[in-house]
């Protein structure tokens, strides 16, 4: 059994040494290879690939250290230089070649750093445009919101006169003073004179108006009273023997210095004014919508109306 296992096993065998392949290769491979060799070398090889090409040999030219048989290291030797030094005296100068920077377009030295230029002045002159606009912009919104709380404003000017008006009115009827329909403007509150100035101009407007429809007629001749000899002559000359625009005889007087002062105020003041004299005089207050028992009106937050927000 011992000597079984001492004998070699040859159905096992490897020969590491036995060729992997043909020791000589055939006309047939011979002509594939040589077919595939001129192949590559007439195929054009694309710009991307001799551009990797260029870079490869640059960055492998760069890496290589100058041989002691250059001339320009021969050149520096005798000055001195050594392989491994710093070009200079200083100890951290520089010790490798400046990086090669390729130009790639057909623009001439310093194009580029005037393209910068004027990119920088572009970018400038873009955000000098944006801030502006954005100022513009912040004083529109400022100049509208202004707009929105005049309006607001004169529109509670207008309730605030109308209920002093009317809370004026009832004190008046239950004290059994009530005032006359046709009262005199300048009797009349300059608080709320404006409203009453208004009226009077509207009727007149409406009555100026109905007497301009009716002046055609108005124009006509009309018979002449028997008595007075001197119509004829105004019948024939087609004069009215009765006036007619009487409205402008009481035209409204244009001055009014009191009311004047008082409109010139800005809204928000003669809007306060009228707050004001609605809690001293009827303990009312126009925001909170109720007129109170008592002057200290106790539980209203305030004159304004933000102080009710």
């Given at each position: 059994?011992?000597q ?29 290879r ?23 040999a ?12 250059n ?6 030797a ?32 310093g194009?580029?750093?005037?393209k ?6 572009q ?6 445009l ?9 004083d ?7 707009e ?49 100035r ?6 007149q ?26 119509n ?22 244009a ?11 800005p809204?928000?003041e ?33 004159v ?6």
């Open positions: 059994m011992s079984s296992d001492e004998e070699d096993d040859y159905m096992n065998m490897v020969f590491e040494d036995a060729p992997k392949g043909p020791k000589f290769e055939t006309s047939l491979q011979r002509a594939a040589k077919r595939k060799e001129g192949e590559a070398r007439a195929r054009q090889k694309t710009k991307a690939e001799k551009e990797a090409e260029a870079e490869a640059r960055e492998e030219a760069l890496a290589t250290a100058l041989p002691e048989t001339k320009g290291f021969k050149m520096m005798k000055f001195g230089f050594k392989q491994g030094d710093t070009l200079g005296k200083s100890e951290d100068a520089r010790k490798v070649p400046i990086a090669v920077d390729i130009k790639a377009d057909k623009g001439g030295v194009l580029e750093s005037e910068k230029r004027k990119f920088r002045e970018w400038a002159e873009a955000e000098r944006a801030k502006r606009s954005k100022e513009e912009e912040g529109y919104l400022e100049v509208r919101r202004q929105q709380k005049e309006k607001k404003a004169e529109r509670d000017l207008d309730n605030a006169q109308r209920t002093a008006e009317r809370l004026s009115e009832k004190a008046a009827e239950d004290k059994g003073t009530s005032e006359p329909g046709n009262k005199p403007l300048e009797d009349i509150n300059v608080l709320w004179r404006t409203r009453a208004r009226r009077v101009e509207v009727q407007d409406k009555q100026q108006r109905r007497e301009l429809n009716n002046s055609l007629a108005s124009r006509l001749p009309t018979l002449a009273d028997e008595g007075d000899t001197d004829d002559t105004k019948v024939a000359l087609g004069e009215d023997l009765r006036p007619f625009y009487t409205t402008l005889e009481n035209d409204l007087e001055e009014d210095p009191e009311l004047a002062e008082f409109e010139a105020l809204v928000t003669r809007l306060q004014k009228v707050l004001l004299y609605l809690r001293e005089e009827f303990r009312y207050c126009l925001y909170c919508g109720y007129q109170y028992p008592d002057a200290e009106l106790e539980g209203c937050p305030g304004t109306e933000e102080d009710h927000d």
